[in-house]
């Protein structure tokens, strides 16, 4: 089932097209569309075709990889420094809003903390909707949140002011 891709091929600094990155890797297109709404991030998403840094796809095919190995909790994130699923220390979580809708009801976040072990900056990809599960089942988590959400609207104005530039 899973399936080693050779990163050696992708060069970083080159842009890809989804089709080649399917001819370069050995793997259908979709699965490439289906990288895309999992994260992958493209470098505009108004313009098609879609194009994709090689850096950004092999951040996104290790960052897969390493989470595969490690089964992350909901309130858990991949830490790249610890190799380990990681809790963010407490108020320092931030939900950032993509843009990016992932099916008819839910829209796709960025939760970002710092590692509760050794500080460094984690992060994973999540639907808002999980979010809301999350906040149902344990409340001391919504509470957490609460205070985040309200500046985190700036933030987010930040960040999209960031990737129109
Ligand atoms: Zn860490």
């Not at 289906?34 to 194009?51: A, C, M, S, T, Y």
């Not at 903390?113 to 500080?119: F, M, N, P, R, Y």
């Amino acid at each position: 089932m899973s399936k080693k891709y050779q990163l050696s091929k992708i060069k970083s600094s080159h842009y890809y097209t989804f089709l080649e990155i399917s001819e370069l890797l050995g793997v259908h297109v979709r699965t490439v569309q289906g990288w895309h709404k999992d994260g992958l991030n493209v470098l505009d998403e108004n313009r098609r075709p879609f194009l994709v840094e090689g850096k950004s796809l092999i951040e996104y095919l290790k960052r897969k990889r390493a989470a595969r190995r490690t089964p992350l909790q909901p309130d858990e994130s991949y830490c790249v420094k610890c190799k380990a699923a990681r809790k963010g220390s407490a108020g320092t979580q931030e939900i950032i809003t993509t843009g990016k809708t992932l099916g008819e009801n839910a829209k796709q976040v960025i939760i970002r903390a710092k590692c509760e072990k050794c500080g460094c900056s984690i992060w994973k990809y999540t639907s808002d909707r999980k979010i809301k599960m999350l906040e149902n089942c344990n409340p001391k988590y919504k509470e957490e949140d609460k205070s985040l959400n309200e500046n985190s609207s700036s933030k987010l104005r930040v960040y999209q002011n960031k990737k129109k530039q």
